[in-house]
Each structure stands twice: as structure tokens, then as C-alpha cells.
């Protein structure tokens, strides 16, 4: 008998051959977590190394390769298509040496922490054929243009800056938004008021310029108003750009901390010594009056009128009529349980009831009296303190 008779003759007596399909779904059923988890694990590897291997972040703050709202990446790519080639750096050494490459290179500089000291700055000014400066500190302009200077902050008010100058590119880029420092100095663009600071300066030769505030680069402020159009013809006017940020590895290593006497006014020299002197003459002035000290064995015993005097004072002082009221109330319901033998556990209630029965008086005109009254002013206070007085000479009188 050939295969394709034996085939039908075994269907027919009723034993069905194998199905690798219902296996197969049986073996995937048993392993579905397991199989699950490797598709979990997988694509967290998966996640992992193209974070690993992708363009790398910087979160610094006007970084051109953070891309969060305070960095520069959007800037930096608008300027990169308009032929602009961009060279970030974060130490002094490489941007000399990308400046010193070409002649005609526009230095942005952002140091918010002061790591640049003078001769750095000087270094920086002479070798760049313009400097962009972004919010920087007095020591930063002191070191690059002395004739430009900090002059406060924009108004929280004042949301949009006019030009106001013959600046081109200030003109050119029309209104801005952004807050942040404003400065004075020879040419002063998108001031906070008629001859006063503005947000954008620039040294009379025009090698300086001063951005007072940060938001005119950062990514979440690039589309508001012309903040754009201003940051572009600001960065954009040389073929190249150093993009510098400077860091630690910029603080020179002999640099230390300036001094209590450097800090100090010049003025001080002379009125130091004589506030001294007064200060002396003051405390023997003051130290006489008062007189000797005078020794007192301790513990010292004081009666207890005196302190609950005292205490009486105090809340007098500080008009605490309430506090007051609260303490006549608890010493009074004390001493009426302690005269009724009622326990230190006793509440108002069974104060109460035991003063109406031994008074012969209705419970709630009591509890008016003793608990429900709250005195607000002074004399209120004084006239239930002798009602309450009353009750309680009435109440132990019997």
C-alpha cells in the first residue's frame, strides 16, 4: 500500500496527526511573561543606547547644544543655515586659538559666575574683532569697557522694548521682549525710559556689546517679538563665531578671594577708629549707670502672689483677655472639685450640676456663668471675674 492510501485510511479510523500550530500556541501561552519581559528588557536596551550614542546634550544654560528653553540650539541652527559657522568652547586657551585662526570672528561671551579675572578679559578684548557679552557683572565690564556700567533691571511692567536708537541692527530688528539687566554706556539701545539704561549697549568703537538679558537667545524666548531678528544681526555679522562659556578650568590658579580691607570703603579707615571710640565712651557711660553686680545665692524663693502678678502683668501688656479668662475659669472649676471632692477627673458638667444643687439654682444659668461667658474687653473681663467670685464664695460658704 503506497503513503496516499495509508493517509486516508488512518483519517478514517480516527487518529488525527500531529498539529505543530497548537503546540506552538500552547508553548506561547505557557511563556507569555517571559516573553514579555524580554520585549520590556529589550526596548529599555534599545532606549539606552541610542541615548548612548546619539548627538550628546548640554544642559548648560545658553549652551548651543542644549535644547531645553534656557539653551541657544535654536539659535544656533538658525544661524548655522544662514552661513554662520559656529565654534563653542569652554576654555580661554581654545577660544585664542579660534579666534587667532581668522581675523574677522564675532566672541560671544557668557560668564554669569565671574570665572574671568582681569588679564583674562584684556587677553579676550584684544585678540576678538567684536565681543558680544551676555548679562554680564560689574568685574566682567570693569575688565572689557569700562565705559559701559550696570544701570538696574527692566520694570516686571514693561513687557516691549522700542529701539529708540540709531543703532542699524537695533533698528533692523524693531521691538523685543525680555527682562533682565539694563546698562549705560556710550550707545544705548531699547532703554526702560528716555535717557535712561537700555537692554542693548555697545562701546563707542563698536567692538563691545553688551545683551542685557539672557531670554534674547534662549530657545523659549527666540519667537517672541524681535528677539530673533536682534539676536541674528547681533551674531551674525562675521562668517565665524566663537560661542564661549567659560568654566572652572578658567579661574586662575594664584586668584584668591579679596580681602576685608579690600572690600572695605576707603572712608572707613578714618571713622573705623573713631566709631571705636564712641563705642567705648558709650559702653563705661552706660556701665557706671548701671552699677556693680549684685551676687544672689540660688534657687531664690518667690511667693506665689508674685508670680501670678507678675503673670496678671504680662496679660495686661499684651491685652490677652481671652488667655486670661481661660486661666480664672480653670482655677475656679478646680478648687470648686477639690471643695466638692469631685477628682482631679472631673468635668465641667459635674462642676456644674454639684454648684447648682448646693446654690439651689438652675444648671444652665451656672454654666452661663462659669463656662458659656466669654469676656472680650477688659472691663467685661473684670465684672465676670467677680461674678464667678461670687459663685464660688457662694458655693464653699455652705
Known sequence: MTLQEQVPEALQ????????????????????????????????????????????????????????????????????RHGVAITPTDTLEDTLTAISDDTHTTVLLYDPRGFLDRSQLEDLRSEADRLVVVAPRLPTLNGLEPGIRPGGVVPEATKILEPGCGQEDAERAGAVAAQGPVYLGPVICYATRSDGPGLYVASADGRVVVLGSTELLENQHLAAEG?????????????DLVWYTPGLTDVASDRSAPTLNELAPAWLAFAGPWLGVVAILAILWRGRRLGPLVFEPLPVVVE?????????????????VERAADNLRAGTLARLAKHFNLGT????????????????????????SLIDSKPQTEGQLVQWAQQIERIEQEATAR
Open 304 to 320: 506665689a502672689a508674685e508670680t501670678a502678678e507678675g503673670r496678671a502683668r504680662l496679660y495686661q501688656d499684651s491685652r490677652a
Open 227 to 239: 528677539n530673533a531678528a536682534l539676536a541674528i544681526r547681533t551674531l551674525g555679522g562675521a562668517p
Open 13 to 80: 479510523e480516527g487518529t488525527p496527526p500531529p498539529r505543530r500550530t497548537s503546540a506552538m500556541w500552547s508553548w506561547f501561552r505557557k511563556h507569555l511573561v517571559w516573553i514579555a519581559l524580554g520585549v520590556v528588557f529589550a526596548a529599555f536596551v534599545t532606549f539606552l543606547a541610542v541615548e548612548r550614542f546619539s548627538a550628546p546634550n548640554d544642559s548648560r544654560a545658553l549652551s548651543t547644544r542644549n535644547p531645553a528653553p534656557d539653551g541657544a540650539m535654536a539659535l544656533a541652527e538658525i544661524l548655522g
Open 345 to 368: 477627673d472631673a468635668t465641667a458638667e459635674v462642676i456644674v450640676d454639684a454648684v447648682a444643687r448646693r446654690l439651689g439654682r438652675q444648671a444652665p444659668a451656672i454654666r452661663w
